[in-house]
Every structure is written in C-alpha cells, then in structure tokens.
C-alpha cells in the first residue's frame, strides 16, 4: 500500500485551496489532478483513486507546465521522516479515519 492513503488526503487538502476571484465574485474549488493508472489517463475533480505505484504520475497542469504533486508529496514525507526522525507508518492509520476522508471527497 506504500503512502497512497496519505498522499491522497494530502493532495486533496491542497487541491481543495485553489481560489478563482472571478468565479461567481470568488470561490474556492478543487483543482484538478491528472494521474495515469494502468496506462490510462484521468483527471479527477474529486478523490483520486491512484494506487501507489502511480502516485509519481499525480499532476496539476498549469498551461504549459505541470506540477508533479504526487511526487513532491512523497518527498516530503520522506524529509519528514528523515529531518525529523518521524515514521508515518501507513498501516496505523485507523480504517474509520480513512473511510470517513473518503467520504469527504464525494
């Protein structure tokens, strides 16, 4: 399972703070993610279902360019655990916690 949980949660508690001052006098929104699974492309406006192995396809496209968020997350929970000796162990999260994040990206 690696970090996919968590990358996912973190990515829409970013997503989630785009702001467009001329939608409806403005507005926060979800910013759309880009991800390839199983040689597929999506782009999700709600959670990303992205296995772990790709998260390092996760992006937001910005025009011409892409941000690479799904790897930008993975280093920087590897520079958490490393700076700081802190270990996010995936597998102890509590399944409630996660089933009701899930629910918050519906």
Known sequence: MG????VRKLEKIIAQNCYNTKFEGGKFYRYPVHYKKNGTHYIAKGIADVPYESI???YYEF????????NALLEIISFLEEAFGVYLDPDSFDDAYWEDMEEDFK
Do not use: A, P, V
């Not at 025009?63 to 799904?70: F, V």
């Open 56 to 58: 390092k396809t996760m």
């Open 3 to 6: 970090y996919s949980k968590l």
């Open 63 to 70: 025009g011409t360019n892409r941000l690479y968020i799904g």
